[in-house]
Nanobody
Framework: QVQLVESGGGLAQPGGSLRLSCAAS????????MSWARQAPGKGLEWVSS????????YYGDSVKGRFTISRDNAKNTVYLQMNSLKPEDTAVYYC?????????WGQGTQVTVSS
């Protein structure tokens, strides 16, 4: 079955960095665009970034543009989110996801907390 497992979250100081990973299994990873989304405490889901199936195109939300970088390794069935210059407002649970004909698939999420 489809599985998306995020890791790499934790506590970071403002201005610091974290790298999230999402390990995928149960589907042909290299055939699908992948995305990251986040949900801050008390707020709705926010799209963060997407990457095309072969990594040729990437897209970012305005709130993270210039600070976050999405990438993927199709040989490892893994998508990454490098987060630099972190701000307290980046505190959220981060999810990876993709859409297929059979529906939307989400991981369980990883908590990122940015605080001094």
């Amino acid at each position: 079955q489809v599985q998306l497992v995020e890791s790499g979250g934790g506590l970071a100081q403002p201005g610091g960095s974290l790298r999230l990973s999402c390990a995928a299994s149960g589907f042909t990873f290299s055939s699908y665009a992948m995305s990251w989304a986040r949900q801050a405490p008390g707020k709705g889901l926010e799209w963060v970034s997407s990457i095309y199936s072969d990594g040729s195109d990437t897209y970012y939300g305005d709130s993270v543009k210039g600070r976050f970088t999405i990438s993927r390794d199709n040989a490892k069935n893994t998508v990454y989110l490098q987060m630099n210059s972190l701000k307290p407002e980046d505190t959220a649970v981060y999810y990876c996801r993709f859409s297929a004909g059979t529906g939307d698939y989400w991981g369980q999420g990883t908590q990122v907390t940015v605080s001094s």
